[in-house]
T-cell receptor, first 114, second 114 residues
Framework: TQLLEQSPQFLSIQEGENLTVYCNSS?????LQWYRQEPGEGPVLLVT?????EVKKLKRLTFQFGDARKDSSLHITAAQPGDTGLYLC??????????????FGKGTHLIIQP | NAGVMQNPRHLVRRRGQEARLRCSPM?????VYWYRQLPEEGLKFMVY????????ESGMPKERFSAEFPKEGPSILRIQQVVRGDSAAYFC????????????FGQGTRLTVV
């Protein structure tokens, strides 16, 4: 069973359109991160959301953490070809000593067509 | 500041050979994480190391895989007697502390077993 379910798995839209991708879980998290990964590269951190209901903006990207801290969404306004990539959500795994790395969703493959 | 450096970027090994993947964390970071990425499985945690110590290896196969992070030099992920199923992208990430869950990733090593 996947801890983080991301949807849609694939999304291909035209430049200029808006889109929203989702990261859902039945578990509650203290924080959640979004990464973008381009082909042949490692993931790059976009944002960390911490508070239930929190909204963070990064240029045309808007990230929201659900009120119950179980889910998150990423909305892109006026998508551009440079937004193409794999969008991953991730949460920290904790043991008695602290955080031990990240668990990732399988990601949303986004293609923005010119 | 140089980012997380991984080498080699691409590695081809014949079945039964050994693969050694190296990771130099960001300057000032003493916490290193290894992840494996397969198209159908996504990005999966393997092992978490702090200088000279393995903190969590719960995601690493018990056989053929080992990791180290010596006092001096890069972290090494070692795969002995590679099999075709080991073909994947292996990513290293680093962070400055266990409390800071935001990870900085390297560009990865793409291992192909022929």
């Amino acid at each position: 069973t996947q801890l983080l379910e991301q949807s849609p798995q694939f999304l291909s839209i035209q430049e200029g359109e808006n889109l929203t991708v989702y990261c859902n879980s039945s578990s509650v998290f203290s924080s959640l991160q979004w990464y973008r990964q381009e082909p042949g590269e490692g993931p790059v951190l976009l944002v960390t959301v911490v508070t239930g209901g929190e909204v963070k903006k990064l240029k045309r990207l808007t990230f929201q953490f659900g009120d119950a801290r179980k889910d998150s969404s990423l909305h892109i306004t006026a998508a551009q070809p440079g937004d193409t990539g794999l969008y991953l959500c991730a949460v920290a795994m904790y043991s008695g000593g602290g955080a031990d790395g990240l668990t990732f969703g399988k990601g949303t493959h986004l293609i923005i067509q010119p | 500041n140089a980012g997380v450096m991984q080498n080699p970027r691409h590695l081809v090994r014949r079945r039964g050979q050994e693969a050694r993947l190296r990771c130099s964390p960001m300057k000032g970071h003493s916490h290193v994480y290894w992840y494996r990425q397969l198209p159908e499985e996504g990005l999966k945690f393997m092992v978490y190391l702090q200088k000279e110590n393995i903190i969590d290896e719960s995601g690493m196969p018990k056989e053929r895989f080992s990791a180290e992070f010596p006092k001096e030099g890069p972290s090494i992920l070692r795969i002995q007697q590679v099999v075709r199923g080991d073909s994947a992208a292996y990513f290293c990430a680093s962070s400055p502390s266990r409390q800071n869950t935001e990870a900085f990733f390297g560009q990865g090593t793409r291992l192909t077993v022929v």
